[in-house]
């Protein structure tokens, strides 16, 4: 029954998320010392009567933040022969028990756990397993049970200092050697065992979490989560759009240069380009209502200027065009931004002097090209002769 209610409790505690509960996380180590006396009569061997010293070794595990396993070997000491011993033998160690114990932290079990131990901690130890009596060379089983009040030091409370009383029944004392032979003991006749006072300290190794115990989750609010998933799949939605339009974009250009080089494939039209002029053959191509240049645009740009570069003489006028739609003084407008736009990149960018430079807008025009597309241009012309 207590097992079950600790069990419910440690259920209760472990609500709220823990980090550091992997095979390697949570594992101490420990020695003890103290003494033991009879709680029964031995002879003339009593409570208080036939005190005998004891050292202890102990290796567990803390497997949730309220239950753990422990080993526990403890040793009796006293080398007396006569009856007023509690385990008089003739050897050095008197008696060894080795126990496997489940530990509850019963502060943690009903207070819950906040992320790391309290300075002051009451845990429970309940188990039993193997008593040998090394004069007899005999043993038996052994119940144990004990308390821990324990302090938790330093500041990651990688060390836990505890006294412990404790109770140990039908572990093998020289008059009942061998509780496994019924001639040779009185095991089950009245109450065999010993009453044990000690005091401990256990070291607790490092944990995955960077810590020295159990490390509370940062759990996220429900709310939180949905309100961050609606931004993502906002974003989402707003990523296929945009790349919708990139894709209509990219369609938009591959349909320009396919006309592009349709264009450059036919005659120049005599009807645009006086005789007497000297027309450079690139052509900056602007989009509808546009005078900014395109990134693909400044190839031809660069080409001119090479040209200017490598005929220092030479000059150049920058004539600008417009489709036929729309308003006539608007075009007018579009065809001299286009033309300062494309001189103003020859000086800014690529370094030609001004002074070699004229711009003049020719306003709307479709003699240019049958497309439409590509009567949006500035062209060059070489003034030098």
């Not at 409570?47 to 422990?70: D, M």
């Not at 591959?254 to 349709?262: F, G, I, R, S």
């Amino acid at each position: 029954m207590l097992a079950v209610s600790l069990m419910t409790a440690s259920v209760y505690a472990q609500k709220t998320a823990v980090t550091a509960n992997k095979a390697g996380d949570n594992w101490y180590i420990g020695i003890n010392a103290g003494a033991a006396t009879p709680v029964s009569k031995f002879g003339d061997a009593g409570f208080f009567k036939g005190f005998s010293p004891e050292f202890g070794l102990r290796v567990g595990k803390n497997l949730t933040t309220v239950f753990g396993l422990a080993l526990d070997v403890n040793a009796y000491f006293l080398n007396k022969t006569d009856s007023k011993s509690c385990f008089g033998s003739k050897t050095f160690i008197n008696r060894t028990d080795f126990d496997i114990l489940s530990t509850w932290n019963l502060s943690n079990a009903f207070a819950g756990y906040k992320g790391e131990p309290r300075a002051f901690e009451v845990i429970g130890l309940i188990g039993g397993g193997y008593s040998r009596a090394w004069a007899e060379k005999a043993g038996g089983i052994n119940a144990k049970a004990a308390i821990d009040f324990a302090f938790n030091l330093g500041a990651a409370k990688a060390w836990q200092v505890y006294i412990e009383p404790g109770i140990v029944l039908g572990e093998p004392a020289p008059a009942y050697a061998n509780p496994f032979r019924k001639a040779e003991s009185d095991f089950g006749k009245k109450w065999n065992g010993a009453f044990s006072l000690k005091a401990g300290i256990n070291y607790k190794f490092g944990t995955s979490n960077g810590t020295h115990n159990f490390k509370v989750e940062e759990l996220r609010d429900p709310a939180e989560i949905d309100a961050l998933n609606a931004k993502i799949n906002e974003l989402r939605s707003d990523v296929d759009a945009k790349n919708g339009q990139l894709n209509a974009a990219n369609q938009t250009i591959n349909d320009l240069k396919k006309k592009l080089a349709d264009c450059e494939a036919r005659p120049t039209t005599a009807a645009v380009v006086e005789k007497t002029e000297t027309v450079l053959q690139p052509m900056v191509i602007f989009r509808q209502g546009k005078s900014t240049i395109d990134a693909a645009q400044y190839a031809s740009i660069e080409m001119v200027a090479k040209y200017l570069k490598n005929h220092p003489s030479s000059k150049v006028l920058v004539k600008g065009y417009a489709s036929p739609e729309g308003n006539a003084e608007l075009n007018q407008k579009l065809s001299e931004a286009r033309a300062t736009s494309v001189a103003n990149a020859l000086v800014k960018r690529y370094k030609i002097s001004k002074d070699r430079i004229t711009t003049k807008g020719y306003g709307a025009t479709s003699e240019v090209s049958e497309e439409n597309d590509f009567n949006r241009v500035a062209m060059f012309v070489d003034t030098t002769k």
